[in-house]
């Protein structure tokens, strides 16, 4: 069964702070992976999406990652900011049986304390 | 480019009753999507549709829910004979092809009292 797996579940930073979200995901056959943000009771935000072939991707303040071998992926937010404050969520877009459907992780909710 | 749009935002039904959902994609991407995510969890897939044809469906798809995409354009999504275990937050996504970015509407949010 494919899965992706977030950890933590929260976490709490001072502003200004670096800091680095994690995603495991069980299975290496991925087509891409996507990270989001999403604010309480509203959609998810499209933050920066990898492909398969890619090692990285870059947009502002946020940096993601992407190793396929270890089935691990990073999102790295420098200088963080109170308005960064949101449950980050990472989905993997797998590519085995003709099906593209995203798998999502629960999510890592993230509070940036001024 | 106005976004992805789902109409209601809230909709609040006694059990038992049917409700139907209205979600416009992108207006350029063919592909639809709908997810549907319960409180503390990720968003799971349900349906998929390239233009009007629905080509994958989930297993969490019941036989109360039903899916359609007239013309490739809107899509709605209707569930009947609704259960309190349907309360969630139905999210509808676009995008312009296969493998890429997958944009999200603001979602609607179903109460089952």
């Known amino acids: 069964k494919q899965e992706v797996t977030q950890i933590p579940a929260a976490l709490s930073v001072p502003e200004g702070e670096n800091l680095v979200l994690n995603c495991s995901f069980t299975d290496s056959a991925i087509y891409n992976l996507q990270w989001f943000r999403q604010d309480p009771g509203k959609g998810l935000t499209s933050l920066l999406l990898?492909?398969?072939?890619?090692r990285e991707q870059t947009s502002g303040r946020l940096n993601a990652s992407l190793d396929k071998s270890s089935g691990r992926s990073t999102l790295y937010i420098a200088a963080s900011q109170p308005g960064d404050s949101a449950t980050y969520l990472c989905a993997a877009l797998y590519s085995g049986a003709g099906s593209y459907q995203l798998t999502f992780g629960k999510g890592t909710k993230l509070s940036v304390i001024p | 480019d106005t976004g992805v749009s789902q109409n209601p935002r809230h909709k609040i039904t006694k059990r038992g009753q049917n409700v139907t959902f209205r979600c416009d994609p992108i207006?350029?991407?063919?592909?639809l999507y709908w997810y549907r995510q319960t409180l503390g969890q990720g968003p799971e897939f349900l349906t998929y549709?390239?233009?009007?044809?629905?080509?994958?469906k989930s297993r969490l798809l019941s036989d109360r829910f039903s899916a359609e995409r007239p013309k490739g354009s809107f899509s709605t999504l209707e569930i009947q004979r609704t259960e309190q275990g349907d309360s969630a937050m139905y999210l509808c996504?676009?995008?312009?092809?296969?493998?890429?970015?997958?944009?999200f509407g603001p979602g609607t949010r179903l109460t089952v009292t």
């Open positions: 207006s350029e991407h063919n592909r």
């Open positions: 996504a676009s995008s312009l092809a296969l493998g890429v970015e997958q944009y």
């Open positions: 549709f390239q233009n009007e044809a629905q080509l994958e």
């Open positions: 990898i492909q398969s072939s890619q």
